[in-house]
């Protein structure tokens, strides 16, 4: 499989290019060339098999044979035997016809383990093939980089640094990544907001001599095998609910649009899903974009659901190439826009093409406590924030009482334990490896928002 830039001016890669390089060097982002199809027949054959038999199956045409097929399916058994659960990512129901996906029984309790779990053994086996070493540079609104950090801590072929915003992620999450006392792992708490972080780690990866002299490499999801791992969960879900023979709808709780921008990818593979919702909080420019096609950025607001604390949206560039039917020319009008402005339109047939699938709402914090207390209530099932925000979104635009809806859970409750407690009553308890957690020292040094510093920061500490 070739691999070409979102803003067409950059050079097509392979896969284990694709995978360390992160951000494309024209500023775009990694793309395949064309989707590999799975056919009605393939997706039932997936019917009874084990979610690694069949991420091996959605995942194959990507990666191999450019790793070859026994060392990829080596790669995936062992991302997913960290995970606590069987089944890795269990389906839990509701209410009727409406079903939670639960993502987040990886090591590091949110969805982002799921791909990144996987990446670590990619990063491992691509790099000690080829005899190489590289740093991975990372920013996080809170999820990212605890999970960022627990697929490469303790390798040799990595040294990580992980960008957060001071003061802006849960003590849990803070916790999650300054515990971690591994020789090769840096944590840096920004004087700023997750959008300035994401902002320097991009400003890094286009200093392109900063960048070769230190061998930079991403795993936020701008990087390609990230999705990638996150378009599985939907066939393995959609099959389980009776696909391909119906058609199913997601709720996603959308920050960075990598994870549903995976679904949609799923669907352009062949599996036929009804409706996807962008489920925001109240950080709405994906919503805004998805009814008026006004993408304007705004000032990020700190919400109960930090995680999606973001009004840059990198993965929806690739959407972009998609509806515009992969003329980057159009891609490059609009991030030029975008970047003299601080605002782009979509063109009105785009938009419309995006209507047929995608749907969008903002739900406020009020109706996101709301929904926690409601489950509760109905359910006695404890959701964390983002779930929440999902399942408002889900039951608010959904289409067809008659087509199965699935909200994606992307956090173990205990990762966000006071909305939950002030809600509930109840205080969500952390798994047993974690229990210790606000126990363990922390490691981790304070700088401006400032690029010039944190570029010395990482050169001193490689030296
Ligand atoms: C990262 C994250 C999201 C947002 O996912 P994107 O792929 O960035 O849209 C939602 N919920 C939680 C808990 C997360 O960690």
């Known amino acids: ?22 951000l494309a060097r024209d500023g775009g982002l990694y793309i395949p060339e064309q989707w590999p199809t799975l056919w009605p027949d393939d997706i039932r054959a997936m019917a009874g098999l084990s979610y690694q038999d069949v991420a091996f199956r959605v995942m194959s045409p990507y990666v191999c044979p450019e790793i070859s097929e026994d060392d990829f399916a080596g790669l995936i058994e062992k991302a997913y035997s960290t995970f606590r659960h069987k ?19 990886g090591p590091t309790l949110a969805f982002k383990d799921v791909a990144l779990q996987l990446l670590g053994h990619l990063f491992d086996h691509v790099l000690s093939k080829q005899g190489r070493k590289i740093t991975i540079v990372g920013a996080t609104s809170g999820d990212t980089g605890s999970a960022a950090i627990d697929c490469v801590r303790d390798r040799d072929c990595a040294e990580i640094f992980m960008l957060h915003p001071k003061g802006r992620v849960s003590e849990v999450q803070r916790r999650q990544m300054t515990t971690v ?39 936020n999801s701008i990087n390609w095998a990230r999705v990638m791992a996150q378009i599985v969960y939907y066939f393995t879900s959609a099959v389980a609910l009776g696909g391909p023979d ?23 593979m062949g599996l036929p899903i009804e409706q996807l919702v962008v489920a925001t909080n109240m950080n709405d420019i994906l919503a805004r974009t998805l009814t008026s096609g006004d993408y304007t950025v705004g000032t990020v607001q700190p919400t109960i659901s930090p995680s999606m604390d973001i009004q840059v949206s990198s993965n929806f560039e690739r959407l972009l190439l998609n509806l515009y039917n992969g003329r980057a020319g159009e891609v490059r009008r609009l991030m030029d826009n975008l970047q003299q402005s601080g605002s782009f339109t979509i063109d009105e047939p785009e938009l419309e093409k ?22 509760f209530k109905s359910t006695e099932m404890l959701i964390d924030p983002h779930t929440a925000v999902g399942v408002h979104a889900a039951r608010e635009k959904r289409r067809d009482a008659a087509t199965p809806m699935v909200t994606l859970s992307t956090a173990h409750p205990a990762k966000f334990p006071d909305a939950v407690e002030a809600v509930t009553g109840r205080h969500p308890e952390l798994p047993p490896h974690m229990a210790d957690l606000f126990e363990r020292d922390e490691k981790y040094d304070v ?10 920061y990482i050169r001193d500490t490689l030296n």
């Open 181 to 219: 006392m591994s020789a090769n792992v840096h944590n840096i708490a920004v004087e700023g907001t997750f959008d300035d972080c994401q902002a320097l780690v991009k400003a890094m990866f286009n200093d392109l001599a900063f960048r070769d002299e230190i061998t930079l490499s991403a795993v």
């Open 354 to 375: 995006a209507k047929h699938i995608f749907d969008a709402l903002q739900t406020s914090e009020e109706d996101t406590k709301a929904t926690i207390g409601e489950l």
């Open 87 to 105: 089944a890795v990512v269990p389906l839990a129901q509701i209410d009727s016809n409406e079903w939670i996906l639960e993502l987040f029984h």
């Open 447 to 456: 700088l401006p928002n400032d690029l010039g510093a944190i570029q010395s």
């Open 246 to 268: 119906r058609k199913i709808s997601y709720s996603v709780p959308t920050g960075n649009f990598g994870d549903i921008y995976a679904g949609y990818v799923a669907s352009q």
């Open 1 to 22: 499989m070739k691999y070409v830039s979102t803003r067409g001016q950059a050079p097509a890669l392979g896969f284990e290019e694709v995978l360390l390089t992160g």
